[in-house]
Protein backbone atom coordinates (compact mmCIF):
# COMPACT_ATOMS: atom_id res chain seq x y z
CA UNK A 1 0.00 0.00 0.00
CA UNK A 2 3.29 2.19 -0.57
CA UNK A 3 1.33 5.90 -1.52
CA UNK A 4 3.03 6.71 -5.05
CA UNK A 5 4.27 9.87 -3.66
CA UNK A 6 6.09 8.69 -0.58
CA UNK A 7 9.35 6.04 -0.62
CA UNK A 8 10.65 3.73 1.73
CA UNK A 9 13.91 2.65 2.96
CA UNK A 10 16.12 0.10 1.61
CA UNK A 11 15.85 -2.06 3.94
CA UNK A 12 11.81 -2.01 4.29
CA UNK A 13 10.88 -5.38 3.10
CA UNK A 14 13.38 -7.33 4.45
CA UNK A 15 12.96 -5.97 8.22
CA UNK A 16 9.18 -6.17 8.17
CA UNK A 17 8.88 -9.44 6.57
CA UNK A 18 12.37 -10.96 8.91
CA UNK A 19 9.63 -9.75 11.94
CA UNK A 20 6.53 -11.40 10.45
CA UNK A 21 8.29 -14.51 10.45
CA UNK A 22 10.21 -14.12 13.72
CA UNK A 23 7.36 -13.13 16.01
CA UNK A 24 4.70 -15.28 13.96
CA UNK A 25 2.50 -12.36 13.52
CA UNK A 26 -0.11 -11.38 10.99
CA UNK A 27 0.80 -7.13 10.76
CA UNK A 28 3.86 -5.63 11.43
CA UNK A 29 3.69 -1.61 11.93
CA UNK A 30 6.94 0.48 11.70
CA UNK A 31 6.88 4.02 12.50
CA UNK A 32 7.95 6.55 9.69
CA UNK A 33 9.81 9.84 8.85
CA UNK A 34 7.63 12.68 7.52
CA UNK A 35 9.60 14.76 5.21
CA UNK A 36 9.57 17.24 2.44
CA UNK A 37 9.37 17.43 -1.45
CA UNK A 38 13.32 17.00 -0.82
CA UNK A 39 13.23 14.08 1.19
CA UNK A 40 14.84 16.22 3.76
CA UNK A 41 13.15 14.62 7.35
CA UNK A 42 11.21 16.61 9.16
CA UNK A 43 9.70 14.35 11.93
CA UNK A 44 9.86 11.08 13.52
CA UNK A 45 6.19 9.47 13.66
CA UNK A 46 6.11 6.50 16.40
CA UNK A 47 4.63 4.54 19.12
CA UNK A 48 5.63 4.59 22.56
CA UNK A 49 7.42 1.52 23.73
CA UNK A 50 7.79 0.47 20.54
CA UNK A 51 9.18 -2.42 19.84
CA UNK A 52 6.20 -4.51 21.28
CA UNK A 53 3.68 -7.01 20.21
CA UNK A 54 0.14 -6.73 21.02
CA UNK A 55 -3.40 -8.41 20.35
CA UNK A 56 -4.99 -6.86 17.42
CA UNK A 57 -7.95 -6.08 19.67
CA UNK A 58 -5.34 -4.63 22.46
CA UNK A 59 -3.89 -2.43 19.68
CA UNK A 60 -6.63 -0.98 19.11
CA UNK A 61 -7.07 -0.12 22.93
CA UNK A 62 -3.74 1.13 23.07
CA UNK A 63 -5.23 3.56 20.32
CA UNK A 64 -8.04 4.91 22.26
CA UNK A 65 -6.44 4.81 25.50
CA UNK A 66 -2.82 6.04 25.37
CA UNK A 67 -1.66 6.94 21.88
CA UNK A 68 -4.22 8.00 19.25
CA UNK A 69 -1.22 7.69 16.90
CA UNK A 70 -1.57 7.67 13.04
CA UNK A 71 0.98 5.18 12.64
CA UNK A 72 -1.96 2.79 13.77
CA UNK A 73 -4.19 3.78 11.17
CA UNK A 74 -1.82 4.18 8.07
CA UNK A 75 -2.00 1.13 6.09
CA UNK A 76 1.28 2.11 3.86
CA UNK A 77 4.04 1.35 6.97
CA UNK A 78 2.43 -2.04 7.52
CA UNK A 79 3.29 -5.56 5.79
CA UNK A 80 0.45 -8.23 6.61
CA UNK A 81 -0.97 -11.55 5.51
CA UNK A 82 -2.52 -11.34 2.21
CA UNK A 83 -5.53 -13.91 3.93
CA UNK A 84 -6.76 -11.09 6.23
CA UNK A 85 -8.14 -9.06 2.87
CA UNK A 86 -10.32 -12.08 2.19
CA UNK A 87 -12.53 -10.86 4.44
CA UNK A 88 -11.67 -7.23 5.18
CA UNK A 89 -11.81 -4.57 2.07
CA UNK A 90 -11.26 -0.97 1.81
CA UNK A 91 -14.55 1.25 1.21
CA UNK A 92 -14.32 2.72 -2.24
CA UNK A 93 -15.26 6.37 -3.05
CA UNK A 94 -14.34 7.21 0.83
CA UNK A 95 -11.93 9.57 2.35
CA UNK A 96 -9.76 8.06 5.02
CA UNK A 97 -9.98 4.78 3.66
CA UNK A 98 -7.48 3.92 6.64
CA UNK A 99 -10.16 4.93 9.12
CA UNK A 100 -12.41 2.90 7.86
CA UNK A 101 -10.71 -0.38 7.33
CA UNK A 102 -8.68 -0.14 11.14
CA UNK A 103 -11.01 -1.56 13.31
CA UNK A 104 -12.44 -4.67 11.55
CA UNK A 105 -9.07 -5.34 10.48
CA UNK A 106 -7.17 -6.11 13.31
CA UNK A 107 -9.99 -7.09 15.94
CA UNK A 108 -9.79 -10.78 15.27
CA UNK A 109 -5.86 -10.43 14.39
CA UNK A 110 -3.77 -12.59 17.22
CA UNK A 111 -0.77 -11.15 16.77
CA UNK A 112 0.62 -7.77 15.86
CA UNK A 113 4.11 -6.72 16.15
CA UNK A 114 5.28 -3.06 16.50
CA UNK A 115 8.95 -2.64 15.55
CA UNK A 116 11.69 0.36 16.73
CA UNK A 117 12.83 1.04 12.97
CA UNK A 118 11.57 3.90 10.65
CA UNK A 119 11.25 2.35 7.24
CA UNK A 120 8.63 4.27 5.76
CA UNK A 121 8.59 8.34 4.29
CA UNK A 122 5.62 10.12 4.13
CA UNK A 123 6.41 13.00 2.02
CA UNK A 124 4.17 16.34 3.24
CA UNK A 125 2.84 18.20 0.07
CA UNK A 126 0.48 20.59 -0.03
CA UNK A 127 -2.52 19.01 -2.13
CA UNK A 128 -2.41 15.87 0.76
CA UNK A 129 -5.65 14.92 1.98
CA UNK A 130 -4.30 15.88 5.67
CA UNK A 131 -3.30 19.33 4.00
CA UNK A 132 -6.66 19.93 2.18
CA UNK A 133 -9.40 22.33 3.51
CA UNK A 134 -12.43 21.43 5.02
CA UNK A 135 -15.39 19.90 2.35
CA UNK A 136 -18.73 18.12 3.03
CA UNK A 137 -17.11 15.33 1.84
CA UNK A 138 -14.37 15.29 4.49
CA UNK A 139 -16.99 16.18 7.40
CA UNK A 140 -19.82 12.95 6.48
CA UNK A 141 -17.03 10.85 6.43
CA UNK A 142 -15.46 11.59 9.20
CA UNK A 143 -18.64 11.32 11.36
CA UNK A 144 -19.26 8.28 8.89
CA UNK A 145 -16.28 5.90 10.24
CA UNK A 146 -16.54 6.66 13.64
CA UNK A 147 -20.45 6.55 14.20
CA UNK A 148 -19.24 2.89 12.34
CA UNK A 149 -16.46 1.64 15.27
CA UNK A 150 -19.59 3.02 17.67
CA UNK A 151 -21.88 0.56 16.32
CA UNK A 152 -19.12 -2.08 15.70
CA UNK A 153 -17.98 -2.09 19.59
CA UNK A 154 -22.06 -2.53 20.42
CA UNK A 155 -22.48 -6.06 22.07
CA UNK A 156 -18.29 -6.60 21.13
CA UNK A 157 -16.25 -4.09 24.40
CA UNK A 158 -18.16 -1.70 26.42
CA UNK A 159 -15.17 -0.08 27.14
CA UNK A 160 -14.24 0.54 23.43
CA UNK A 161 -17.65 1.63 22.77
CA UNK A 162 -17.76 4.15 25.36
CA UNK A 163 -13.82 5.00 23.93
CA UNK A 164 -15.28 5.87 20.29
CA UNK A 165 -18.42 7.62 21.69
CA UNK A 166 -16.43 9.98 23.36
CA UNK A 167 -13.92 10.14 20.02
CA UNK A 168 -17.00 11.43 17.90
CA UNK A 169 -18.36 13.93 20.47
CA UNK A 170 -14.64 15.44 20.58
CA UNK A 171 -14.43 15.61 16.41
CA UNK A 172 -17.76 17.28 16.66
CA UNK A 173 -16.64 20.09 19.25
CA UNK A 174 -13.48 20.32 17.53
CA UNK A 175 -15.47 20.68 14.53
CA UNK A 176 -17.48 23.24 15.55
CA UNK A 177 -14.51 25.18 16.90
CA UNK A 178 -12.71 25.26 13.51
CA UNK A 179 -13.84 28.54 11.72
CA UNK A 180 -13.22 27.28 8.38
CA UNK A 181 -15.29 24.54 8.85
CA UNK A 182 -17.95 26.57 10.35
CA UNK A 183 -18.11 29.38 7.76
CA UNK A 184 -18.40 26.54 5.07
CA UNK A 185 -21.60 24.75 6.48
CA UNK A 186 -24.96 25.71 6.55
CA UNK A 187 -27.78 25.82 9.26
CA UNK A 188 -28.69 21.92 8.51
CA UNK A 189 -25.18 20.96 8.88
CA UNK A 190 -25.11 22.61 12.54
CA UNK A 191 -28.46 21.49 13.39
CA UNK A 192 -27.30 17.98 12.62
CA UNK A 193 -24.29 18.30 14.69
CA UNK A 194 -25.55 19.65 17.45
CA UNK A 195 -28.44 16.90 17.26
CA UNK A 196 -25.76 13.98 16.80
CA UNK A 197 -23.76 15.70 20.21
CA UNK A 198 -27.19 15.37 22.31
CA UNK A 199 -27.87 11.37 20.83
CA UNK A 200 -24.12 10.91 22.14
CA UNK A 201 -24.32 12.18 25.91
CA UNK A 202 -27.89 10.05 25.92
CA UNK A 203 -25.80 6.84 24.95
CA UNK A 204 -23.20 7.75 26.87
CA UNK A 205 -22.02 10.46 29.77
CA UNK A 206 -18.41 11.09 29.35
CA UNK A 207 -16.08 10.01 32.27
CA UNK A 208 -14.51 12.57 34.66
CA UNK A 209 -15.47 16.26 35.80
CA UNK A 210 -13.86 17.55 32.47
CA UNK A 211 -15.94 15.41 30.31
CA UNK A 212 -19.12 15.48 32.22
CA UNK A 213 -18.69 19.33 32.06
CA UNK A 214 -18.18 19.13 28.02
CA UNK A 215 -21.07 17.31 27.96
CA UNK A 216 -23.66 19.23 30.23
CA UNK A 217 -22.89 22.67 28.44
CA UNK A 218 -22.77 20.59 24.71
CA UNK A 219 -25.74 19.14 25.28
CA UNK A 220 -27.16 22.76 25.94
CA UNK A 221 -25.48 24.19 22.68
CA UNK A 222 -21.92 22.78 21.31
CA UNK A 223 -21.06 26.34 20.72
CA UNK A 224 -20.70 27.06 24.04
CA UNK A 225 -17.16 24.79 24.38
Not at 22 to 42: S, Y
Request: aromatic fraction near 14%.
Amino acid sequence: FTDSDDFVEANYIELLYKSAIAKDAEVVICPFFKTNERGERLQKVSIKESPFSVSGSDLIKKFYTENHSVVNIVAWNKIYLASIFEKVQFEKGRFFEDEYIFVPLFWNIKRVVVIAEPLYNYVQRPGSIMKTSFSEKKFRDNIDFRSWRISFFQGKDLSLQNYAIQDLKNYLINLERNKEARNNMDSKDIKEIQQLYRKLVKLKRGVGIKNKIKDMLGYVNIKIL
